[in-house]
Structures are given as C-alpha cells and as structure tokens.
C-alpha cells in the first residue's frame, strides 16, 4: 500500500507543477518613450489650426550686370583656329581692362576644342573638314551703366569671331533688403489668417509654426546673337527686379 501512496503523491506534484506553468502571464510591452509622445504632440498640434502661406516682395534696382562674352573661330587646322580665337580674346579682356573690370570679375565659363565634319556623297561619310575653338568668359560688370559701351567696345575687339550670349541683371547683395521682405511675407500671413478665421466664425491664436521657404533673387536677362563689327550703339536699361520671398504660418484657433 505505500507504492500506491507514493505514486498519488509523484502525480499530485507534476499536476502542481503544470498548473502553476500555465497559468503565467506575458508582460505589457513598455510603454512608449517620452520623446516620440512629444513628437507625436507636435504633429497632432501643427495638424490643427490654420495654415496660410506668406508673400513678400522687394523691388530694387539691379546693381550688377553678369555679361556672358567670348569668341569662336573655326580653321583647318587646330593650330590655326587656336592662334586666332587668342588674338580675338586677348584685345577683348584688353576692352575689360580699358573699363577698370578687375581680373577677379573674369571668370572662363566654357573653353573648348571639337572637330567639324560634314557629310560627303562622294565618300557616303562625314569628313573632317576643320576645328572650332571656343572660349567664353562671364564679367561682372559693377558699373551698370558702362555695360552699353562695353559691348560695343568688345564687339569691334573681337570683330567676326565675337559672341556674346546673353546679360543678367541682378543684385550683389541682397542682404539689406531680407529684413524687410520678411516683415511683409509675414504681414501677409497675418492678414490671411485673419481673414480666414473672420469668415469662419472663430479666434485667432498665436502662430505655432513658422517656416521660411527662402529668398529668392530673379536675374533680369537679356540674350544678343552674335555681334558684328562695327555695331551701332547697345542700348542697355536694367530696369527692375523683385526680391521675394514665402513663409508658411500655423496659427492656433483659441
């Protein structure tokens, strides 16, 4: 009778056992950080209220012009194109130096040797037929009212093989002018929000994002074919450009 006793008693633990096994529990996982619940906030908050977008607009007077000039001459030989598109550009930047253009302002945008071909029926192919040198320069001209006369001047340098692609207007620096295109790009943003929160029956808050998208400076350009030499007089007026720039608001609803 004791082998009986002692078997009940080995089966009573392992019932134990078991039971107490299963009836264990998983653990919550960790609640989440501090850091992603501020976020989250902030998300939840910029999703909410109203959102306008700014406009501020400058005009000043450009006080630079950027002048894209050079030449191209084209000859049977590398050589001979090479020693002629020197000659050209080197009584052109003579003009810049008769105008006190600083060498700083001289900057090569484009030199460049290639070969010319043209399609033969005789041969049912293209031939070499000569080179073309290229070499173009963009000078930065600080008195805008000698841009004019300084292409006439560099037009008659560099006679037949001139080119001269285009001419920007802009500011050197915008700078002064950022304080005051913010003050209106957020004045606008303020009187569309107004406006808004007027037509929808509720109070304005406080802004509670505001991002600046950037300054933008448009450049004023003018493009010319290639000039030939003598040339009449170039008539150059820079006009107007506009510094602009955009902020977007939230503002809060109270």
């Given at each position: 009778?004791?082998?009986?006793?002692?078997?009940?008693?080995?089966l009573t633990l392992v019932v134990t056992a078991v039971g107490t096994t299963g009836c264990q529990t998983i653990s919550p996982p960790p609640s989440t950080p501090k850091v992603a619940q501020s976020l989250s906030g902030i998300f939840s908050q910029q999703s909410t209220g109203i959102w306008v977008t700014g406009e501020g607009k400058v005009s000043v007077v450009p006080d630079?012009?950027?002048l894209s000039i050079g030449v191209e001459a084209q000859s049977a030989s590398v050589a001979e194109a090479q020693s002629q598109a020197a000659a050209a550009m080197t009584a052109v930047v003579a003009e810049f130096d008769n105008f006190g253009i600083a060498k700083k302002d001289i900057q090569t945008q484009q030199f460049s040797i290639t070969p010319v071909r043209r399609w033969s029926d005789q041969e049912a192919r293209e031939v070499l037929i000569g080179y073309r040198v290229?070499?173009?320069v963009t000078v930065k001209i600080r008195k805008v009212a000698d841009a004019g006369a300084i292409i006439d001047a560099t037009a008659r340098a560099g006679g037949d093989l001139i080119v001269i692609?285009?001419?920007n207007f802009t500011v050197d620096d915008p700078s002064p002018y950022h304080k005051e295109v913010r003050e209106k790009a957020m004045a606008d943003a303020q009187a569309k929000a107004t406006q808004l929160a007027n037509l929808g029956g509720v109070k304005l808050g406080k802004p509670t994002y505001i991002n600046e998208s950037g300054i933008f400076t448009p450049v004023v350009r003018e493009y010319y074919a290639p000039v030939p030499a003598p040339a009449p007089s170039t008539p150059i007026s820079p006009g107007e450009t506009e510094?602009?720039?955009?902020?977007?608001?939230?503002y809060s609803i109270e």
């Open positions: 009778m004791k082998w009986k006793l002692l078997l009940a008693t080995l630079i012009a950027i290229t070499n173009m692609n285009n001419i510094i602009q720039l955009s902020v977007q608001v939230v």
